[in-house]
């Protein structure tokens, strides 16, 4: 991808193709893009479309990589109707957004369908950089919660619940980089007023 490439842009583009129901782009510690991302489609008919569409094209003088995300090996034990991904990156760069090490042990309150499967869990070693965010305005979508916890420290992703109509289930993750920064944002967020509605943060069982 172009560097300078945003969510909003990707999503904007494979738009074209079908329904987007998510696009990110992979960030580095230092805010900046890693060159790939991940665009999460409807059906499997628009990702093939995507695939058809834009693997090869040319954007922004970059030439795009365009195939089917490779999921973890598990997934299918946890979700009998998975979702087509179309992962989105330029020639020579990792595509795949996990995280090395990742599992998805102790996220399955979550909806497979619509959130990303790809957070590191407890069984990776970073038990104590996951925290779980309740009580959140409904309106919040994952960018809020990220651009609201940021202030604790780095953020290496955040989610929303979202129920089957796409809504949201008043709850999240944020995952940090470290501990130090997670330990930080418990001191400042539990019990913080957000919207009218005070938040539970606590590291994720």
């Known amino acids: 991808l172009p560097y300078r490439v945003r969510w909003q842009d990707l999503k904007d583009l494979f738009r074209k193709a079908g329904t987007v129901l998510?696009?990110?782009v992979s960030l580095g510690p230092d805010n900046r893009s890693r060159g790939h991302g991940t665009v999460l489609l409807a059906t499997a008919e628009d990702a093939g479309r995507a695939i058809d569409m834009f693997n090869?094209?040319?954007w922004q003088t970059r030439i795009l990589e365009v195939r089917p995300d490779r999921l973890p090996p598990d997934?299918?034990?946890l979700n009998p109707n998975p979702?087509?991904?179309?992962?989105?990156s330029s020639p020579g760069?990792?595509?795949?957004p996990q995280i090395p090490g990742s599992s998805l042990g102790g996220f399955?309150?979550?909806?497979y369908n619509l959130l990303g499967f790809d957070r590191p869990s407890s069984s990776s070693g970073n038990a104590g950089r996951n925290l779980f965010v309740g009580n959140l305005p409904f309106h919040c979508q994952w960018q809020d919660l990220k651009d609201l916890f940021r202030q604790a420290g780095t953020i290496v992703r955040a989610d929303v619940a979202l129920g089957q109509d796409g809504r949201s289930r008043g709850f999240g993750t944020v995952v940090f980089a470290n501990d130090y920064d997670s330990e930080r944002a418990v001191k400042m967020f539990n019990g913080y007023e957000y919207n009218?509605?005070?938040?539970?943060?606590?590291?994720?069982?």
Do not use: I, M, Q
């Not at 979702?83 to 989105?88: D, H, I, N, R």
């Not at 760069?93 to 795949?96: K, L, P, V």
């Not at 399955?108 to 909806?111: K, V």
């Not at 009218?196 to 069982?205: A, E, I, Q, S």
């Open 56 to 58: 090869g094209y040319s």
């Open 22 to 24: 998510r696009a990110d």
């Open 196 to 205: 009218g509605r005070v938040l539970k943060v606590h590291f994720d069982k």
């Open 93 to 96: 760069t990792f595509a795949s």
């Open 108 to 111: 399955t309150d979550f909806d």
């Open 75 to 77: 997934f299918d034990n």
């Open 83 to 88: 979702t087509p991904f179309s992962t989105v």
